[in-house]
Every structure is written in structure tokens, then in C-alpha cells.
């Protein structure tokens, strides 16, 4: 189990560049999390999925963002159309979700995005 | 709408002595409390959780208090270490569901 991947750790972009994002989970979660951190802010939810399923998606997560994770396994967020607001550490989590109902999230390590 | 807060962005204490990172939320439905410790270009690692239906979880250095009437958790180690330096997130949120995060607080372990 190498835990959460994420890649690419960093992005670097101009603006109105689309940029797409990857996330491994560990491979027995079946509970997929995208959250965004900026600068002196913890992670701000973005969407979540169990298994393939979109359960949640927050009003941060304008029209310019899109999630998928089909069949259930890895996970893409992409962005199109950056501006520089965009710009934040992306965070990708995993957890599973079973009869108890508690979940604890395991977190990749980022990916940075930096629109120019 | 900010459901969590940490009200400190920053502590220091010596190393041996007890740190002590406090948390507030508004909600009184969250049923389920975690902290987390995040180093720099790091993402957040899990420390400790808490379930509504108890008050206090313990675990090595690391205990966890939850005071529902005041929608408080505190996160207490004893005795702190250089190591434990970092940023502290504490999340809450319904057992199941998406958790919100607190802003963190930055904890410098004095050697």
C-alpha cells in the first residue's frame, strides 16, 4: 500500500489554460475526496465520490471545475479555463466507508497549482 | 460561513510541557471530530478522532477532549517534542459525510 498518490505535484500555468489533475487512492477506500488549501486556510471541501458516484459537490466548485472517477478506482479534477484565483494546493483523500460509518480521511501530499 | 474555527494561528511552548490547540464548531449535529498535523509541501496526516458519544480519547502523547454543550475539542501533548512541530488542523463532520477543516494552528516546539 503506498498510500494516496497525487500527481502532478506542481503546475505551473497561464491563465485560461486548462489543467487536469490525477489521484491514486489507497486501493481498499472506497471514498474519494478533492479539497482545496490556500494560504493560511485548511482544506476547503470540493466534491466527494463513493465508489464512481458524485454523492456531494460544494459551491465552490464553480462550472469550470470538473470531477470524475470512473470506475470507482483514481479520481481526475480539472480546471478550465484557470484564473488566478485558481491558483491553491489541491487535496485529494481516501477513506472507506462501511457498516460503523466512521471514516478517517488519509490525504495525498498536494498538487500545487500556480496560474500566472 | 465558518463551521470550525481555531482561533489560534500560532502557539509555542518548551519542549517537556504540555501544548494544548483548542477548536471550536457551530454545528451541533457533527458527530465525528478528527486532528490532523501537516508539515510544509506535505499533505495533512491523521493523529486522533473522536466520536460525539464519548468525551476524551486518548492515544500515546495525544488526547483528544470533546465539550458538546460548549462545541469545543482540544487537542493536549504531553510531553511536547521539536518533532511535534507543525501545523494542526482540527475537522469536524457527520460520521459518513464530508468533514470541514478548521484554519490551523502553527505549534513551534521550543528545544
Known amino acids: 500500500d503506498t498510500g494516496v498518490s497525487q500527481n502532478p505535484r506542481h503546475k505551473i500555468t497561464k491563465r485560461g489554460q486548462n489543467v487536469t489533475f490525477r489521484c491514486d487512492p489507497i486501493?481498499?477506500?472506497?471514498?474519494l475526496y478533492w479539497y482545496r488549501q490556500t494560504l493560511g486556510q485548511g482544506p476547503e471541501f470540493l466534491t466527494y465520490?463513493?465508489?464512481?458516484?458524485?454523492?456531494?459537490k460544494s459551491r465552490l466548485l464553480s462550472d469550470r471545475f470538473s470531477a470524475e472517477r470512473p470506475k470507482g478506482s483514481f479520481s481526475t479534477l480539472e480546471i478550465q479555463r484557470t484564473e488566478q484565483g485558481d491558483s491553491a494546493m489541491y487535496l485529494c483523500?481516501?477513506?472507506?466507508?462501511?457498516?460503523?460509518?466512521?471514516?478517517?480521511?488519509?490525504f495525498g501530499a498536494g498538487s500545487r497549482l500556480t496560474v500566472l | 460561513d465558518q463551521q470550525v474555527k481555531q482561533n489560534s494561528p500560532s502557539l509555542s511552548v518548551q519542549e517537556g510541557r504540555i501544548s494544548i490547540l483548542n477548536c471550536d464548531y457551530t454545528?451541533?449535529?457533527?458527530?465525528?471530530f478528527l486532528w490532523y498535523k501537516k508539515y510544509p509541501a506535505e499533505g495533512p496526516t491523521f493523529l486522533i478522532s473522536?466520536?460525539?458519544?464519548?468525551d476524551k480519547n486518548e492515544d500515546g502523547r495525544f488526547t483528544v477532549f470533546l465539550n458538546k454543550s460548549a462545541k469545543h475539542l482540544s487537542l493536549h501533548i504531553v510531553p511536547s517534542q521539536p518533532g511535534d512541530s507543525a501545523v494542526y488542523f482540527c475537522?469536524?463532520?457527520?460520521?459518513?459525510?464530508?468533514?470541514?477543516f478548521g484554519t490551523g494552528t502553527s505549534l513551534t516546539v521550543i528545544p
Open positions: 483523500a481516501s477513506s472507506f466507508s462501511g457498516a460503523s460509518g466512521a471514516n478517517v480521511l488519509t
Open positions: 486501493s481498499e477506500h472506497n471514498r
Open positions: 465520490f463513493q465508489n464512481e458516484a458524485q454523492l456531494e
Open positions: 454545528n451541533s449535529m457533527f458527530d465525528y
Open positions: 473522536i466520536s460525539s458519544i464519548k
Open positions: 475537522a469536524a463532520g457527520y460520521t459518513g459525510n464530508q468533514f470541514y
